[in-house]
């Protein structure tokens, strides 16, 4: 079955760096990926990783994937207050590639 | 290059009422998503179809929750009657199609239509 999982909330100072984790149980996933939903606004892709891949680095931003224990991280260099937002990650699967399942997001909040 | 369009943004209406949500893809794309975000369930698949035709409706909650898309630059998800657990942000999402896997297949979200049911 489908089911990924996030930590709730996240308070990081700016400057800082903020790592967010996230869990899912479905092996055999395509791609995995990282969106980012600021107030009021709808949700907006930060970044991806495809599953046969260990890290992507992507200017502040590094996805970590640990397939063995299903386990996606995003890490947020020199954080911002405009990172403050929700985090979700998100897997595709398979022939339905393009049917996403989301985790329950992740506040991150950064304080000055 | 305009985004995912949906209307209205924000609704709030009494129980029992028809609520009609609009979204508009991005031109070009061949699958639409309808999601649901609330506090409780977090981000919820709704529906989606690809080239017109609903693919998954298994995330309908109930008869009550109806969506079509009768051309590929429109679809509606229409709540009859609405019920305050209704609540929630709807959003439309679209993408390349199916059976492209990868970035290339990137979901963009619309902006989302806040319903609030009293």
């Known amino acids: 079955g489908e089911d990924v999982e996030q930590s709730l909330f996240l308070s990081v100072r700016e400057g800082d760096s903020s790592v967010i984790n996230c869990t899912y149980t479905d092996s055999s996933s395509t791609y995995l990926y990282w969106y980012k939903q600021e107030p009021g606004a709808g949700l907006q892709l930060l970044t991806y990783?495809?599953?046969?891949?260990d890290m992507k680095q992507d200017q502040r931003l590094t996805v970590l994937l640990n397939k063995k224990d299903k386990h996606l991280s995003l890490r947020i260099a020199d954080t911002q207050t405009g990172d403050s937002a929700i985090y979700f990650c998100a897997e595709s699967i398979g022939a339905a590639g393009n049917k996403l399942t989301f985790g329950g997001g992740t506040r991150v909040l950064v304080k000055p | 290059d305009a985004g995912v369009i949906q209307s209205p943004r924000h609704e709030v209406t009494e129980m029992g009422q028809e609520v009609t949500l609009r979204c508009k893809p991005i031109s070009g794309h061949n699958s639409l998503f309808w999601y649901r975000q609330t506090m409780m369930r977090g981000l919820e698949l709704l529906i989606y179809?690809?080239?017109?035709?609903?693919?998954?409706d298994s995330g309908m909650p109930e008869d009550r929750f109806s969506a079509k898309m009768p051309n590929a630059s429109f679809s509606t998800l229409k709540i009859q009657p609405s019920e305050p657990r209704d609540s929630a942000v709807y959003f439309c999402?679209?993408?390349?199609?199916?059976?492209?896997?990868?970035?290339?297949?990137?979901?963009?979200f619309g902006e989302g239509s806040w319903l609030t049911v009293v």
């Open positions: 990783i495809f599953s046969n891949m």
């Open positions: 179809f690809n080239n017109n035709v609903p693919i998954d």
């Open positions: 999402a679209s993408s390349l199609g199916q059976m492209v896997i990868g970035p290339g297949n990137t979901i963009y």
